[in-house]
């Protein structure tokens, strides 16, 4: 199928992008490079993948390569809640606006598969695992940017949505202000955390087994299309304290502490149930073991320089 990507070169397009062309698919890739990544570079000499450098929100540019696509992923955002907080207009105007151009302008034929966040679950009842069907409080710009696309992309009937967990892993185009990415990085070269709120739980997937619910998406669109699946491991609905103390069994040295005074300023905490997706067929391959220990073979080669949206 003929594949276009808005945000190709970030830390998801990265992946999936590589993925796709690896089975045979047609890639187009848009990105502005706000970020100066080469993250594509080795892509280059593939026939199957076509390259352009421009803006999403440019409907000079996004408009005529619509025509050309059976299928469309949304990639192209402004990531993360302290991000959007810098830029409110940027994060409304890619993350929303953005994706809602591309609706109001694909054929009924064609499809889109959307990749939006849990974090629009926002502050679970305690102990209840939040399903597709659970309200959506979104407590940041970026969770309300988010749940109003999808509002928009599941207002038509040839679309999907993936609401992924908090995803972790490498990537060609790294970033180190994810959960899972962040903790490993301050345990490997820090050897502590000071914890604020460390009860807070999250849900967390593999970059890889994001990329594969991608691939599973668009060769069983036709029994998925219309819904939301959550995309997450089920053994991972962790707090904060029990992640550190996962990575504490590949760091020994690793020390960790809550603070008796402060606040995390990110305020999400729910637990996520993935059986719509798993029910499905789906089952995610890479644990959070897998991630951690990627992540340290990774931060014996890099530092914390430029990998980072914020």
């Known amino acids: 199928m003929k594949v276009l990507i808005t945000g190709c070169a970030g830390y998801l397009g990265s992946v999936l992008v590589g993925k796709l062309l690896g089975i045979g698919h047609h890639v187009t890739g848009l990105d502005n490079f706000l970020y100066r990544q080469t993250s594509l570079n080795h892509y280059c ?54 994706v809602k151009t591309i609706v109001d302008n694909v054929s009924v034929d064609q499809r889109i598969i959307y990749p939006t966040t849990n974090s629009g679950y926002g502050i679970g009842d305690l102990d209840k695992e939040c399903t597709e069907d659970s309200p959506l409080n979104p407590i940041s710009v970026y969770g309300q940017t988010k749940v109003e696309a999808e509002k928009a992309v599941l207002g038509r009937s040839n679309s999907v949505s993936l609401r992924l967990a908090t995803v972790f892993g490498a990537s060609p185009r790294m970033r180190l202000d994810l959960l899972v990415n962040d903790f490993v990085y301050r345990a490997f070269n820090d050897r502590f955390i000071v914890l604020f709120e460390g009860h807070f739980r999250r849900n967390y997937i593999h970059i ?17 299309k219309t819904m939301a699946f959550n995309i997450g491991l089920s053994n991972a609905n962790l707090t904060k304290i029990q992640l550190c103390g996962k990575i504490k069994e590949f760091l020994p040295a690793f020390t960790f502490m809550q603070a008796p005074i ?49």
């Not at 890889?208 to 998925?224: C, T």
């Not at 719509?276 to 890099?302: A, F, N, V």
């Open 45 to 98: 000499s593939d026939p199957d993948f076509t390259i352009v450098r421009g803006d999403a929100r440019d409907s000079g540019v996004v408009l005529p390569l619509l025509k050309k696509h059976d299928v469309i992923i949304p990639l192209a955002c402004i990531v993360g809640a302290p991000a959007c907080d810098l830029d409110k207009t940027a994060a409304w105007s890619v993350n929303y606006e953005a």
């Open 208 to 224: 890889k087994d994001v990329a594969n619910a991608f691939v599973y998406a668009l060769h069983n669109f036709e029994s998925m």
């Open 262 to 310: 402060g606040e995390d300023p990110d305020k999400r905490d729910y637990i996520v149930s993935n059986a719509r997706i798993e029910s499905h067929g789906y089952k995610p391959l890479y644990d959070l073991d897998d991630g951690i220990e990627e992540l340290i073979k990774l931060y014996t080669m890099i530092k914390n320089t430029r990998y980072g949206n914020v």
